[in-house]
Structure formats: C-alpha cells, structure tokens
C-alpha cells in the first residue's frame, strides 16, 4: 500500500472519523458534470475518476469506516426529465460501479442542490450541510456526534459552511483529491 494512503487511514482513524464522504464532481473526478452531462459524455467522464479513489475507498470499508457520497449532482436540476443526460444518483452510480463496484452497495448517496429545490430551511441549504445531516441520520449518528463525519471537498464554500463535520479541501482542481492535499489540509478538529 501506498505510504502516504496508510499515513492518511491512520490520520482518519486517530480523529475518530465514522463516515467518510467524497464529493463528486472534481473531487474524485477530476472532471465536473455542471448538471449537464451527455451520456454520449460518461465514458470519458468515468475515465476522469482519480487512481487514489479506489485503493482508499476499499481500505476504509475493510477498516470499517462508512461511505457516503454528496454532491450537488441533483436530477431535479432537470424538470421535466431530459433523457440524454445523465445526473444525480444516476451519475453516482455509474461513478461507483465503474470504480469500486464490490462496495458500491455500502455508499450511502446524497445528489441534492439547493437551486433546483424549494421548501427547505436556509440554514440547510448552505455547502453540504444538508447532505451532511443526511447522512448522518442514515448512519444514526446525533447531531452532537457530527465530527465523526470527515467531508472531501473542492469548493470553499463546502469546507467552510460545517455543522461541526470535519473537512478537507482538495486543491489542485485538476488532479481532484490527492493524497498531498489529503494529509496537509485534514482538519484536526471540527471548525466553528
């Protein structure tokens, strides 16, 4: 195994982390989908997913750490339905099947964007914080236990706007999540 992968499980494991969330779009693919992606786009788009997502995603189940994916990816960005593109859940699940497809049944998935919905409370609908509480509640985890959640990143506005869950920007927005900016930029405790 790759040392720096095994210096980051441990990183995650010593702050107590239960669930481990990765965002989508230029996070573990280096690609964004701008909630318009042809099918005609996703072989490409499956081919943008990074070489470290599959090694750590595999090693976290086999360590016992829970699996999630948050993304603003939302099908109801698009309504009525258009059926040559591919968003949302859809998408995720293209995403996990093609690169972990042996534990694609243990991420649990939040495709949600606050554009496209209405109804919901402010609060909720800055960065993840609603998929956050989501996912949380799917893995019965209180509210006061959140920094057991640690959130992979690219987007300021997603690592900053927290409710106690841990964060980790990705920096190079080409390269998407890569074990450099995992181990320099993980918070060590939950930020305020």
């Known amino acids: 195994m790759d040392p720096l992968l095994e210096e980051l499980l441990q990183r995650i494991q ?80 293209a995403v996990l099947q093609h690169s972990v497809p042996e534990v694609q049944e243990h991420f649990y998935v939040v495709a949600w964007n606050a ?22 509640e799917h893995y019965s985890i209180d509210k006061a236990d959140l920094g057991s959640l640690l959130l992979f990143d690219d987007l300021d506005s997603n690592v900053k706007e927290t409710d106690g869950f841990l964060t980790c920007k990705v920096h190079d927005e080409h390269e998407a999540f890569n074990l450099h900016d995992a181990l320099k930029n993980l918070t060590p405790v939950p930020p305020h």
């Open 115 to 136: 554009k496209a919905r209405t109804g919901f409370p402010e609060e909720e609908g800055k960065g993840k914080i609603y998929h956050m509480h989501r996912i949380a």
């Open 14 to 93: 010593h702050l107590g982390v239960k669930v481990v969330v990765f965002d989508m779009d230029r996070t573990i693919c280096t690609k964004h989908s701008r909630g318009k992606l042809q099918r005609t786009e996703l072989p490409n788009f499956l081919q943008s997913i990074v070489q470290v997502f599959r090694p750590m995603v595999l090693e976290l189940h086999n360590r016992g750490i829970k699996l999630a994916i948050a993304t603003h990816s939302d099908a109801a960005e698009h309504n009525p339905p258009k059926p040559e593109m591919i968003i949302g859940d859809e998408l995720v699940a």
